[in-house]
């Protein structure tokens, strides 16, 4: 047998034993990173305005605290972002936090919250925010931060709802306090999608506003799913929540 042979040879048996011993899908260290990289690029799209630098930084914490590899929680940040997307109602939402909806979403009892449909650059994640007294909510928007705003004044999508948290009193209006205390002190993070696993105190969204409030200070968790991402539909669905109106 030639030697050019010999080697075409061997390289065929090699691979029909690889794939016998069930090897066939090897992935190298090149096509591992391609993967992550493109993995990456999905979450960074789908949260316009957070930088690469942070969301690596979180995830490099949550491979250290949940012992997962790097591509195990980028795979889970994906599989929730891509049921955000599952489950957007298009054609009612507006720019996230923007008050230019179609509906005022109205007063409200303290401790109650409400949701509407809300888009972020193509991504409908929604938006959320708490009354901490019948008149005004407490929110968290872009460039704003953590804001007051008054409930006659906040516009909504058509189909907003408003729910109350199944909670003890005493303990909603400390998370609603909490929330409230929040006012022009913290700034606004564009990462839904590593949220849960940030800080209370700080930059943070509107469902990380809401989910920490309650989370501190009356003891619950309003995430539905308990993923890494904490999104407003999480939120509006919760089984902490009971629908006191729809706004139509």
Not at 27 to 53: Q, R, W
Not at 149 to 166: N, P
Request: hydrophobic share 30%.
């Amino acid at each position: 047998m030639k030697f050019k042979e010999f080697v075409l040879s061997t390289t065929a048996t090699s691979a029909l034993l690889f794939t016998t011993l069930g090897f066939g899908n090897i992935v190298s260290a090149e096509e591992k990173i391609s993967t992550e990289d493109h993995i990456l690029n999905f979450i960074l799209e789908k949260n316009p305005g957070l930088e690469k630098e942070e969301l690596l930084k979180d995830i490099n914490n949550i491979v250290i605290n949940e012992k997962k590899s790097k591509k195990e929680i980028l795979e889970q940040i994906q599989s929730e972002l891509k049921s955000q997307e599952e489950n957007t109602n298009k054609g009612e939402f507006t720019t996230l936090g923007n008050n230019k909806g179609t509906k005022i979403i109205g007063n409200s009892k303290k401790g109650n919250i409400y949701y509407t449909n809300a888009d972020t650059w193509g991504l409908n994640h929604g938006h959320v925010g708490m009354y901490f007294k019948k008149t005004h909510i407490v929110e968290s928007v872009p460039k704003l931060g953590v804001r007051s705003i008054s409930a006659k004044k906040r516009k909504v999508e058509k189909g907003a709802v408003v729910k109350s948290i199944k909670v003890a009193t005493k303990k909603k209006n400390a998370a609603v306090d909490w929330g409230k205390g929040r006012i022009k002190k913290d700034g606004y993070s564009y990462n839904f999608a590593t949220n849960r696993t940030t800080g209370h105190y700080g930059s943070k969204n509107c469902s990380k506003l809401i989910w920490s409030a309650f989370k501190l200070k009356a003891k619950i968790d309003i995430d539905k799913n308990g993923g890494l991402g904490v999104y407003p539909r999480d939120v509006r669905d919760s089984g902490y929540t009971k629908l006191v109106r729809k706004v139509k």
